[in-house]
């Protein structure tokens, strides 16, 4: 019954996961839109995706290098 479950689980997530990029896809209309956002991201948005890259990056790296 978990098993089923859990298949049911990542069943609905894979589906909504590509519903919602369908409906969301097609909004940018060049390159550069895409990889700036339209210029329309308030800063604070941007400064928490550039510490979260930063940190994601530093964890990847030195987390097996200490292990």
């Known amino acids: 019954m978990s098993h089923a479950v859990d ?3 990542i ?3 894979l589906v909504a996961i590509a519903v919602i990029g369908l409906k969301l896809s097609g909004r940018q ?3 550069t839109d ?3 956002g339209e210029r329309s ?3 604070w948005a ?3 995706s550039i ?3 930063e940190t994601s990056t530093r964890t990847v790296i030195s987390v097996p ?3």
Do not use: D, E, Q
């Open 51 to 53: 510490v979260a890259s």
């Open 46 to 48: 941007v400064m928490f």
């Open 65 to 67: 290098g200490v292990a």
């Open 29 to 31: 209309r060049s390159a």
């Open 11 to 13: 069943v609905a997530y």
């Open 41 to 43: 991201l308030p800063w």
């Open 34 to 36: 895409y990889f700036t």
């Open 7 to 9: 298949l049911a689980v």
